[in-house]
């Protein structure tokens, strides 16, 4: 099992940086596939993007591609999650998942443990 703690959240303008963090407490995070998803007021949660466990593979929803980054740094036991280009509509509660050695995937259903998110505000 892994406990998730998600940091790095925050207030920044629009076209502005932020990098979240979604640190193992407990656990080894290098043996799973993480993901973030990510949830606005008034919306249903949506993928964002996710890395395999061994780091090969990564996958971004289209509204993020070319904007944000998805990285892992094993001997940290941490993802990462640069955000770049920021816009107000990216605004929402950002949280990390964790499947056991599963394939990267968009499903939020696959993902068996969950932070308890971090929220980002983008003003215009």
Do not use: H
Request: contains cysteine.
């Amino acid at each position: 099992q892994v406990q998730l703690v998600e940091s790095g959240g925050g207030l920044v303008q629009a076209g502005g940086s932020l990098r979240l963090s979604c640190v193992a407490s407990r656990g080894i995070l290098s043996t799973y596939t993480t993901g973030w998803f990510r949830q606005a007021p008034g919306k249903e949660r949506e993928f964002v993007a996710s890395i395999s466990w061994q780091g090969v593979n990564t996958n971004y929803a289209d509204s993020v591609k070319g904007r944000f980054t998805i990285s892992r740094d094993n001997a940290k036991n941490t993802v990462f999650l640069q955000m770049n280009s920021l816009k107000p509509e990216d605004t929402a509660i950002y949280s990390c998942a964790a499947r056991k050695f599963g394939t990267s995937s968009q499903d939020s259903g696959l993902y068996s443990y969950w932070g308890q998110g971090s929220q980002v505000t983008v003003s215009s």
